[in-house]
């Protein structure tokens, strides 16, 4: 078997997305552990890091703007890239300042990309 070759080709920090009368929403930042009693949305379709005992909402669906609805018409919590976050048009989209967690895009190979392959690998880390 070869070995797998990892190549990142994007990171993007997280936000909460919250509703706009959220104690929480005005502020510059939130720490993970200011979340620690917040009702969240359970989403383990989009394998985001806030599933847990105090779930109000389980959403099986893997759209991260309906997931964002559902956090802006007060359902719950969900921490998401700030990007999607900001572009779910609704509520407030708060960054995470600690600990620094990040969605993370890698292109994984079977062995070491060469051709088109490696071109592609190139251009995304670049």
Same mark, same amino acid.
């Given at each position: 078997?070869?070995?797998?070759? +990892?190549?990142?080709?994007?990171?993007?920090?997280? /936000? +909460? %997305?919250?509703?706009?009368?959220?104690?929480?929403?005005?502020?510059? #930042?939130?720490? %993970? #552990? #200011?979340?620690?009693?917040?009702?969240?949305?359970?989403?383990?379709? +989009?394998?985001?890091?806030?599933?847990?005992?105090?779930?109000?909402? =389980?959403?099986?669906?893997?759209?991260?703007?309906?997931? $964002?609805?559902?956090? /802006?018409?007060?359902?719950? *919590?969900? %921490?998401?890239?700030? =990007?999607?976050?900001?572009?779910? $048009?609704?509520?407030?989209?708060?960054? *995470?300042?600690?600990?620094?967690?990040?969605? =993370?895009?890698? *292109?994984?190979?079977?062995? =070491?990309?060469?051709?088109?392959?490696?071109? *592609?690998?190139?251009?995304?880390? $670049?």
């Amino acid at each position: 078997m070869a070995p797998l070759t +990892v190549t990142g080709a994007g990171e993007e920090e997280l /936000a +909460v %997305l919250l509703p706009a009368g959220h104690p929480l929403a005005g502020r510059a #930042d939130v720490r %993970l #552990d #200011d979340l620690a009693d917040a009702r969240r949305i359970d989403a383990p379709g +989009v394998g985001l890091p806030l599933a847990a005992a105090r779930a109000r909402v =389980r959403y099986h669906g893997t759209d991260l703007l309906a997931l $964002g609805a559902l956090a /802006a018409a007060g359902h719950g *919590l969900v %921490l998401m890239p700030r =990007r999607v976050a900001r572009a779910a $048009g609704a509520g407030v989209a708060v960054p *995470l300042s600690a600990p620094r967690l990040v969605r =993370r895009t890698e *292109l994984l190979s079977p062995g =070491r990309p060469t051709g088109m392959a490696a071109a *592609l690998a190139a251009r995304l880390a $670049g």
